[in-house]
């Protein structure tokens, strides 16, 4: 295992020596994330890597949300390297609702600073785990950019299967973005990760953010991770922890 900073050009030419391959998630809407992309390329082409990974986001094209924008700019350097790559492009995380966990199981209240009525794709991590795993090293994928969308739901759609799985009433509730900035900001989230969600919850509100689960199903070999799936396990791991 090697440890180092992703900022620095030494640590990171020393973490893959003798790699044959790369899967790169990068830090959560990093400042840095475009000169990170691009450092680990150029290390990646300096020691001839096999296959290098890009953990991406759907829809990169949009320059209103710059954790989008900023990744869009990683495909392009990755794309031009000459290196063997295959791009990932996951949607909403599910395991994201469990920030909000507490306040769904206790106070039966799903909150969220966008519409409640917008669609967004919603991805299990185990599914993206199982393309990762499929991909990585498989020359058939070098090329590909893959969209990983699974299934588009508001948070309204996912108050009622929340209230279906727990049996027990859980509404949808919108909040504002300042009321959300006040929040996390109280609790210690930094400010560029703030300023970040604030434009995703943005554009979320007026645009949601959906993709094609074609390719998701096609990569797995079966359907994507239902939310229900995604709840039942997530309420079965909370009462194995009890919490």
């Not at 295992?1 to 959560?28: K, R, W």
């Not at 990646?44 to 954790?67: D, E, M, N």
């Not at 799985?165 to 560029?192: C, F, N, Y």
Request: aromatic share 6%; charged share 20%; hydrophobic share 45%.
């Amino acid at each position: 295992m090697a440890q180092g900073d992703l900022n620095d050009d030494a640590g990171v030419a020393a973490a893959l020596q003798g790699a044959d391959a790369l899967y790169h998630i990068p830090p959560t809407m990093s400042p840095n994330e475009t000169a990170i992309g691009q450092r680990l390329i150029a290390a990646a082409q300096a020691v001839g890597l096999g296959h290098f990974v890009y953990h991406s986001v759907l829809h990169p094209q949009i320059q209103r949300l710059p954790p989008h924008w900023n990744k869009l700019f990683v495909e392009e350097a990755l794309i031009e390297s000459g290196l063997p790559f295959t791009i990932l492009q996951p949607c909403s995380y599910m395991q994201n609702t469990l920030g909000d966990w507490k306040n769904i199981t206790a106070a039966g209240v799903h909150t969220m600073a966008f519409s409640v009525d917008r669609a967004l794709s919603l991805i299990d991590l185990s599914d993206v785990a199982a393309v990762a795993a499929k991909v990585m090293g498989d020359p058939s994928h070098h090329g590909a950019i893959y969209e990983l969308a699974g299934p588009a739901l508001s948070v309204r759609d996912k108050a009622r299967i929340l209230s279906d799985v727990l049996g027990r009433e859980v509404r949808a509730v919108q909040e504002s973005i300042a009321q959300w900035k006040d929040k996390v900001t109280a609790g210690g989230m930094p400010s560029h990760m703030v300023e970040g969600r604030a434009h995703m919850f943005a554009h979320y509100d007026e645009n949601g953010l959906v993709g094609n689960p074609g390719i998701l199903e096609y990569l797995l070999g079966r359907a994507a991770t239902s939310f229900a799936e995604f709840v039942r396990r997530a309420a079965d791991e909370k009462a194995k922890a009890g919490s």
